[in-house]
Each structure stands twice: as C-alpha cells, then as structure tokens.
C-alpha cells in the first residue's frame, strides 16, 4: 500500500462531500495528479477538479476527515485549504511573481540577445569571451530568479518520486547555463545563455496569462455571495434591536430590514409592506410589491419601509447560496478542456526524458564524448519544448479576442472560442439582454408644464420607474418645476404641492401586463406607459444567427405575456418565469440530447446556466456575478457581437487546427535533426522561437476575421 494509501482507515459508511482550494495548481497536468492520486486513497468514491475556481470536491467515507484529504493532497505536492477559509482560492502573490519573473526575463532576453549578436557576427579571442562574461552576469540572476516557478514545481514533484512538464523544463535550462557557464570559463567557442533565458520568456509568458485569466474567470462565486447583506438587525425579546454578522443569523430570528438595505437571510415578511429589488434573482427590472407573508430572499434589496421579516434560511442554505453552489457543480464540467492537454502533457515528460537520455547514450557510445553528447540531449530537450504547440491555441485566441473586442466583445475564458465555435443553439434571456433593460416612457401626451411637475416628482423617488421617467425628461431638455412638501409612501408613490395642488406620481387603476405610472396634478391625469425597447440590431441579430445554423430562443424569469410579445416580435420561440433551475434543466436536457447549447443572460438567476451551458455570453450591464459566470461579455446596446463572436470563434478553430498542424511537422523534422547531432542549444532556441513565431504569424490573420 503507498503512502498515500496508509493515510485512510479500512472503515467504510455513510459518503459525505469535502471541498477544498488548491491555489498552488498551476498547470493541466495537476487535474489527473490529484484526481488519480485521491481516487487511490481507501475510502474515497470519488475526486473531481474545478480548475477553473481551484477547488477539489471529493466524496468519501467517513472514515477519512478534513485533515487526512489536506495532508493526502500534501504528499501530492500540494497545499490545500477548506473552501471556508479561501472560497476564491486566492493566490494573487503568485500571479504577481510570475509577472515579475516574465518582466525580468524578457529585460534578461533582450540585453543577452544583443550581446549574442556579435558573437553570431564572429567575434572571437577576448572579444568573444568579454561578450560571454556579459551574457554570463546578466544570464545566472535571470536564470535563477525567472525560474523558480518551474524549478519550485519540478522540485516538488520529484520530492514525492513524480514528474511533471516543469521537469524537463528545468533540466533542459540548468544544463543550458551549466554548459554555458563551463565554456566561459574555460574559454570555450560556445555559449547558450541566449537560448535559456528566451526558453523561460516564452514559457513564462504562457504561465502568466494564464494564471490572470483563471484569477479573473475565479471571482464569480464571490461576486455572487458579496450581494448578500453582510449583516442584520435582529429584535430581541426585550424589543430592543442588536446588529448580527450574517454567518451568526440563526432561523426563527426576526430581521429588522431598513430602507436602501439587503436581506442577510432568506425569511417571511411578517410586518410592514412596500416593494423589494428582486432583479437578481428574478431578472425582472419591475419592483416586487411584498407584504405580510411574503416570501424576500438575501441580496434583496429593500426600496421603501422598513420591514421585519422571519429568518426561514441562513448562510450555505439561502436562495443564493444555492445558485453558488449550482454554478460551481455546473463549473466542474470545464475541465474537460483541460484534460485534453493534459494526456499530452503526461506524454510528454517521459518522452523528452527519454529521447534527451537516448541521444546522450548513444553519442557517447559513438565515441563523441561526454561534452559533445551533453550538447546534443540539451538541444533535444529545448528543440522539443512544446511553445509552438502551446502556443498554437492561445496565440489564435489572443487574436480573436483583440479583434473582437474592437467590436464590442470581451472574451474571458481561454477556452471559450473552441466552445462558441461549437454550439447549435442559443438560449436567451429577455431584460437587459434581448431588450435595453430600462423602461423608457411615452411622454408625448404631457405639456410642458406637466413634464416639468412629473420630472419634480420623479427625481426624488427611488422607485425604477420613477428613475426611468426622470432619465427621459431629462433627455427631452425637461426642467423640474419648483413642487414642495414632496414625500414618498410605500405603496402609494410620490406625492407633493404645486401652485396650490396636490400633484403626484402613483399607481394606475386597473394594472394587467402593462408597465405604467400615473401622473396626477389636482384632478387632472395621465397614465403614462413604459416600454423595455429590444435591442435596435436584435432582429438583425438572430437573423445572423439562423444563418450560421444556430435557432434562437429566449428562456427568461419574466411573466410569460412580457416574453411572449418580445419573442414573437423577433419570431423565435419562448419560455417564461423561468426559475434558476429551470433553465438549468433546460440546458442539461438540451445537453444529453447531443446539442451544445449558447446560453446569453445578464441576471443574477441566470447565473447557473451561464456556469453549465456549453458557452455563456452576458451583456455588460450585467450583475457582476452573470459577468463573472458568462464566458464573454458584450458591451453597448447592440447584440449583433454575440453573433460575430460565435463566426469569429469558428474562424478561430480553422487557425487553431493549421497551427497544431504545423507544430507536429515541425516537430517532425526538427526532432530527428536535433537526435542526429546537426542542431546546437542556440539553434534549437532559435528554432523553437521561429516555430512561435510562425504560429503567431499565422493567428495573426485573425485580426480582421471580426469585420
């Protein structure tokens, strides 16, 4: 039994779940060594990566705690935490050293390059050695200091007898300066301080991209938990009120929630009434009327009086808490992306191993010598370091991205090309993605005067409407007229004194589906209507859409007659009040079916699905949690971006696919050239650098392919 084996008990019982962040994981390879490395341990059923949040679920007995999965992933050469105590998995020291690492690499690279140029140009004697020295002082503080992340993990792994693509890495760039640093003092013809220090910048390069964008694509849970109140006034026995933090809230307590605040907990209304902003669960823009017994969720936002609402659910087990935990189950499934690199990825170490070690042997047993055979294995390693084919996804993707943020689409997810590029239909949710997500209102029956008392009233409430009616006045050049005594009562609107009248804005009689406001001056009245306008290209859009074999649809929280107007105006199918779950329902279902479905939202319920769909896109007026969730991010009032991107990733993918092509022929003829003896360490840097550079050349082409 290995050692990690000896750590779990031979007890077996009930399965719980443990979740833990892994910070330190830092590459592909980490997903198969901790999930193959747990799935040894007796007791557990299963271990599953989130690599794109750094957490590690697994299910196991009872036999095995906390501490024994924490120091399993330990001996894995891990260090790992309770989802508690990190819940981002936080590690922005390590994104900024590798920054730093990458900057003092490329100043390193850059200076030893201009040295090496007159070597190249055949200086020799002192010159020569002069430049060598040079290259040497600026080469050993590089090296040492730039290579850390990749010595640091290497070590790691071979601490606990394992390997990893850090491995080679290492090896190929200390035997690099090692061998450099001999020719200098030895005064030697050759020296290859040039070509490790440009291996690290490369791969460096790599590595810190990635690293921001998996610390940017991790916040979305936080986002997601930040909109609960952080804290409430309870009632006490004695009546009086005493503040409690949100994790300290228990059921049965009853919550003082004041004007402007957020619920902490999830409870009944059981005195007082008025209207709560519910957009983030619901993604209806309308506020909700509540009162005594009705239901209020934490994140909610309390409009108007102060309510006292019955604590039903607290912490993990609230509304909220629920759709984290849906987008961080839907976010387990992404690593399937990754997994693919990782098969590579486990080749790869053992081959350069082996090939670099077959080349040493064999050369010495051609009588070329141990300095002629180190020669040759070091040039093999750095030959095959694997930058064009790791490059030959992110360099299309970078691209892609530039051009398609010049057309109002920020792409997030390193992977999220390959997956637009994929999908065959498209789930859209209506408030703030198909439509603006502002009620606009018709004010062509008011006169001036009247617009002028209904700006007044408007601008001193809090209600949206109120808001969106001010917005408009104040586009028409509107000025406010002089009311006084304006007051705001919950339920009933705004109301105040004007030239001897009373004026107000309140509710209409009657209601039904439409939106509207009442703007009253002494018995004079005006119903005035509210329109959610769609986007002015969304028709274009979907036609775009149908046209690369995509069907529209839209799947939405709103009342069904609001999404059915909007649908049938663009002529595609609906769903309406949509719960969180519904709509991930929807998408599993889609999913087992063989579809890969485009799922586009901006609320904070639509968060889930936009972790679980096959591709996710929000619109910048999204709630931060449905940015953090979605994969791209769109950014204006047109929606034509969600269809360029899904043309532009297709594009992509074609690129992609002519960059691996040309990484496996090069790596074809370049391989064998290196094995024969006919490539030294500068040359296989040199080559390695052109294979980048052609890769890059290549995505390069992407640059109009958004136009």
């Known amino acids: 039994m290995n050692a990690l084996a000896d750590i779990a008990s031979a007890e077996t019982g009930e399965l719980v779940d443990s979740r833990f962040t892994v ?13 193959r490395g747990l799935g040894e341990l007796e007791g557990v059923e299963a271990a599953r990566v989130n690599f794109s949040a750094k957490r590690v679920a697994v299910r196991h007995t009872r036999a095995l705690d906390d501490d024994d999965l924490t120091e399993a992933l330990r001996h894995l050469g891990f260090e790992a935490q309770a989802v508690a105590a990190n819940p981002l998995a936080q590690d922005d020291k390590e994104t900024r050293g590798l920054l730093r690492a990458l900057a003092v690499a490329g100043f390193g690279m850059m200076n030893i390059m201009l040295l090496s140029v007159s070597v190249w140009s055949g200086a020799g004697g002192v010159t020569r050695e002069m430049f060598h020295w040079l290259s040497a002082m600026i080469a050993l503080p590089v090296v040492i200091y730039s290579g850390r992340p990749f010595f640091s993990s290497a070590a790691m792994a071979l601490r606990y007898r394992r390997t990893n693509m850090d491995v080679p890495i290492s090896i190929g760039v200390l035997l690099a300066t090692g061998l450099s640093l001999y020719e200098t003092l030895t005064g030697g013809e050759h020296a290859y301080f040039d070509g490790a220090v440009m291996l690290l910048f490369f791969l460096l390069a790599g590595r810190a991209l990635d690293s921001t964008m998996r610390n940017r694509t991790r916040a979305g849970i936080g986002a997601l938990l930040s909109k609960m109140g952080r804290n409430a006034s309870v009632i006490q026995v004695d009546g009086s009120t005493q503040r409690f933090a949100a994790e300290d809230l228990e059921p049965g307590m009853v919550m003082l929630v004041a004007a402007g605040e957020a619920l902490a907990a999830d409870g009944v209304v059981e005195q007082g009434q008025g209207a709560i902003d519910n957009a983030m669960l619901t993604g209806e823009s309308t506020p909700e009327a509540v009162s005594i017994g009705s239901t209020v969720h934490a994140g909610a936002l309390n409009l108007t009086e102060v309510l006292q609402v ?64 180190l020669v040759i294995a070091i040039a093999v390693l750095i030959i095959t370091c694997p930058c064009a084919m790791g490059l030959a996804v992110p360099a299309a993707q970078v691209v892609a991205s530039g051009a398609l943020i010049k057309r109002g689409l ?31 209102p018709d004010i062509s029956a008011l006169d001036g005067e009247a617009r002028s008392v209904a700006l007044a009233l408007s601008q001193n409430s809090r209600h949206p409407l109120s808001k969106g009616l001010a917005d408009g006045l104040r586009a028409a050049s509107v000025t406010p007229a002089d009311v006084s005594q304006i007051s705001e009562a919950s339920g009933h609107g705004v109301t105040g004194q004007w030239q001897g009248q009373e004026v107000a804005l309140e509710r209409p009689e009657g209601g039904g589906n439409q939106i509207a406001t009442r703007l009253r001056i002494g018995q004079q009245g005006w119903t005035l209507t509210f329109t959610d306008s769609l986007r002015p290209d969304a028709a274009e859009a979907i036609t775009l859409l149908r046209g690369l074999g995509i069907e529209p649809s839209v799947i939405s929280g709103d009342r069904e007659a609001a999404v059915a107007a909007v649908a049938g105006e663009l002529g595609i199918a609906a769903i309406g009040n949509a719960k969180p779950q519904d709509k991930l329902a929807l998408l599993e279902k889609l999913k087992v079916e063989g579809h890969k479905p485009l799922m586009v939202g901006d609320g904070l319920n639509d968060g889930p699905a936009l972790a679980a769909a096959h591709a996710s896109i929000a619109p910048g007026t999204a709630s931060d949690v449905s940015q953090q969730a979605a994969d791209a991010v769109f950014i204006g009032e047109r929606l034509m971006p969600v269809a360029l991107a899904i043309r532009v990733a297709r594009r992509t993918m074609q690129i992609v696919r002519q960059n691996i092509g040309f990484a496996v022929i090069y790596n074809v003829f370049a391989v064998p050239l290196a094995l024969a003896g006919l490539v030294t360490p500068l040359i296989a840097a040199i080559a390695m650098s052109m294979s980048s550079l052609v890769v890059v050349g290549n995505s390069l082409r992407l640059a109009r392919a958004a136009k």
């Open 23 to 35: 910070p330190g994981m830092r590459c592909a390879g980490c997903i198969a060594k901790i999930e």
């Open 310 to 373: 019955r604590i039903t659910a607290v912490a993990g087990d609230t509304a909220i808490a629920e759709i984290a935990r849906l987008m961080d189950e839907a976010g387990q499934s992404r690593s399937k992306y990754v997994r693919i690199a990782d098969r590579a990825a486990r080749l790869y170490a053992p081959a350069v191993h082996s090939l670099a070690a077959l080349a040493f042997i064999g050369w010495m047993i051609a009588g070329a010598g141990w300095y002629q055979s």
């Open 410 to 440: 920020l792409v997030k997810d390193g992977s999220a090309l390959e997956r637009l590029a994929e999908v065959d239909l498209a789930l859209f949710d209506k408030t703030g993605t198909l439509t603006l997500g502002t009620p606009r």
